[in-house]
């Protein structure tokens, strides 16, 4: 499927490069239908923001923001600093210097991909952080706005789909070039990430929403149709998949879902037992990964692939979309087979480090000569020797 937008999305992406803020006045007007006169949105329209949303939403967003930074604080990498007596090695992890985030806003409008990206991003040290997404009429949605200045993002650009993307890559008059581009999208965006990988960082393709249900005979059929419909509701090419060993839940799924909502596609698997579910599950790394099945916990040692995993009933991926405290920055379209999901090191990298004492030398000095001799590097074994005189 992405290969069928990338002709155009290069294009995109080679007119924003030449033209800069001319090109994404151009182009949000195309896509979005929408003239503004400013790129970077005005601190007075984020002041006017918070006059227009309610307070209980706010409230409601201080309470995710909560649980998410709560969660991504327990799990922000640790430098490591390992004493052998005769060296010291380690790890440090550094913050990256300036981070991208592409916040969604085409069909529905995302506050809480705001705080999602912006809250790791804080959590790590990121010296700058900018974030774009697409307007609507009357400028960007108010409460990604409040979102966003809440997460505390220094620059927000009124700018969606594959030209943010470039914009945050390339940079143009209004929108800072960035180091690392991190967010969920279409298959615009998410294809313009693909493209300009090769000269900023992404974190990973994060496109259209996916579930892939697992259950048994004991498993509740509504709900599972009810967490299937909330993913197809995101867009046309949203996939849901539901593997089981009933045939009763299986027709009862699909019967369920398609009263629900109309768009995407939803697909049962009848299987005969859990282990090929998984097989399967693993095979197609989803999104999202869910399991009602007895024992749920317990078969979280069966899952390889799959960027989050939502274990027994009372665990609806929404909430992990909104407010228990893990990302829902996730990888798509196989690519939880090698990608994780977004966190604190996503926004960082780690620098590794030694202090070694003579006596170390001393004792695998020989190691490193013979090896250097080998590779026919004799100055490598040469920095060695004249030490050890
Ligand atoms: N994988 C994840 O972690 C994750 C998380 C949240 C949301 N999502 C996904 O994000 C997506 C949000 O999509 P959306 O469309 O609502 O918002 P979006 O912001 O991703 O896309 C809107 C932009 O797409 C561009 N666009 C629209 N039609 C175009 C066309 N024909 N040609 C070129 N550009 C075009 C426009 O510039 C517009 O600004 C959904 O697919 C949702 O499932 C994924
Ligand atoms: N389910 C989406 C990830 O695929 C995240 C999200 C945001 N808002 C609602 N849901
Ligand atoms: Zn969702």
Redesign the pocket.
Known sequence: MLEK?LD??KQ?IEKVKKEGDKALYE??EK??KVKLDYIKVPKEKIDEAYERVSDDIIDALEIAKENIERFHLATAPESIRVDYGDAILGKIYVPIEKAGL?V?????S?PS?ALMTAIPARIAGVDKIVAC??PAKDGVNPLTLVALDLAGVDEIYAV?????IAAMAYGTESVEKVDKIVG??????TAAKLLVQKDVAIDMP????EILIIADETANSDFIAYDCAAQLE??P??KAILVTTSEEIAEKVKRKVSELVSQGEFKAILVKNLDEAFEIANKIAP?HLSIFTKNALKMLGKVRNA?SVFLGEYSPVAAGDYASGTN?????GGYARVYS?LSTETFMKHVTYQMLSKEWLEKYGEVIIKIAKAEGLPLHAKSVEERLK
């Open positions: 937008v155009e999305v995109i182009l949000t896509f979005d592409y969604p806003g085409g069909r529905a995302y991909t997404t697409p969606g789909g594959a030209q943010a969920p999208g279409n298959i615009y965006v994060a496109g259209p929403s995101h867009d090419l949203a999104e960027g829902h920055v996730l990888p798509t999901g």
